[in-house]
């Protein structure tokens, strides 16, 4: 399944959603840019260049797509099939001013996307009079509770991103180097159904320990824990991202021991997802087995984050964060414990709110896969 855009009707309902909610919130209008959110709103993946292109949503009257004639090919798609108005302009117009023209003059509150180049904000601002306020409050309550046909993208994707792990243990060799295995694992990612590769972690020995470690030169040694923690893209556009933490050879009681609860923490935060439960609680539960075990210093970043056509997108599943989980919305519960020069470990699963609780995207086993060494 290979589709670069959902039917037109899922984004016309969008649409419709983010003008009420402009309306509910006393805006004129939404201005978006080229990004994320045009792609959500109209599945649009136009660039932003030095020339205004422009999604102009007022609160009630007809959405216009301001677009430079160089670039209308890359909207004309998305422009026809939701019969969007047109409004195309060359080098020498004022493309601000049509965007003032569509949001029907009233411009005193208007919002745009947060990813809006400055080059593009100041003169717009000159434009309408006033200094635009971000978008994100309107369309992140949208974004954050996922449609069935974007649960259905996570769910393939995760199914995709599972195949891969299913794979990994037979590119960790002793003797190849962090580098060598996440070439193949990028290839995998392709071969298993993704359409691009996002990103690939190899943290071998210590390098497991920075969370945020990509892959090296270093080699893979008998006796090194590995994260592996990769993702890719499945269309239209929505992002896998799973987190196994690998062995090679059999490990030591003490690391053994310590992902033992490591193991725990992920699980109690999965079962305390479900409807009306806060972020910060779930953060909190994999946070509170670590800390009675005496391993709370060495968890040092937040539980996890939304996930949908951004790798990281709200809701993010923190401490402080109080809000209350709906169904529909996706994030990942990815505890992890790391000790600074010799190992660290993760795990990671994509988590979809349901009525009563939470399903799992991804299905591979979470205990610490011995690799045998070879």
């Known amino acids: 399944m290979n589709v670069r855009r959902f039917d037109t009707a899922v984004y016309a309902r969008r649409l419709a959603a ?5 309306a509910a919130s006393g805006l004129a209008g939404l201005v978006i840019t080229p990004g994320y959110d045009l792609r959500y709103l109209i599945g649009s993946r136009a660039e932003t260049f030095e020339r205004l292109t422009a999604l102009v949503l007022p609160a009630s009257g007809e959405p216009t797509i301001v677009v430079p004639q160089l670039e209308l090919a890359s909207l004309q798609e998305s422009a026809a099939a939701l019969g969007l108005v047109v409004r195309d302009w060359v080098d020498g117009d004022d493309p601000y001013r049509l965007v003032s023209a569509a949001l029907g003059g009233d411009s005193a509150a208007t919002a745009v996307t947060d990813s809006m180049p400055a080059l593009h904000l100041l003169p717009l601002a000159a434009a309408l009079g006033v ?3 971000l978008a994100t409050d309107v369309l992140r309550e949208l974004r954050m509770v996922k449609e069935e046909a974007e649960i259905e993208a996570l769910r393939r994707a995760g199914a995709a991103i599972d195949r891969v792990h299913a794979r990994v243990p037979e590119f960790l060799v002793p003797g190849r180097t962090e580098a060598e295995v996440a070439a193949d694992i990028a290839e995998a990612i392709l071969a298993e159904g993704h359409s691009e590769v996002a990103f690939v972690i190899v943290g071998s020995g210590p390098h497991g320990a920075d969370p945020h470690h990509r892959f090296s030169d270093r080699t893979l040694q008998v006796g090194d824990i590995v994260v592996v923690d990769i993702g890719g893209t499945v269309e239209p556009g929505y992002h896998s991202d799973c987190t196994r933490t690998y062995s090679i050879g059999e490990p030591d009681s003490v690391v053994a021991q310590q992902y033992s609860i490591l193991q725990r923490a ?3 935060a999965v079962e305390a997802v479900r409807p009306g439960v806060t972020a910060a609680q779930v953060d909190a539960a994999a946070r509170e087995v670590l800390a009675e075990a005496g391993l709370g210093e060495h968890f040092v970043h937040r539980t996890g984050h939304g996930i949908g056509l951004c790798v990281h997108e709200e809701p993010y599943i923190v401490a402080g964060n109080d809000l209350p989980l709906a169904a529909g919305m996706a994030f990942s519960v990815e505890p992890g ?5 010799r190992w660290g470990a993760r795990i990671e699963d994509i988590a979809v709110v ?11 086993p979470h205990e610490l896969a011995v690799v045998p060494a070879q």
Request: net charge neutral; aromatic share 8%.
């Open 266 to 268: 992920q699980r109690m």
């Open 354 to 364: 349901t009525e009563d609780g939470a399903v799992s995207v991804n299905n591979r």
């Open 337 to 341: 414990i790391y000790f600074p020069g």
């Open 131 to 133: 200094l635009p306020v």
């Open 18 to 22: 983010a003008a009420a909610a402009a």
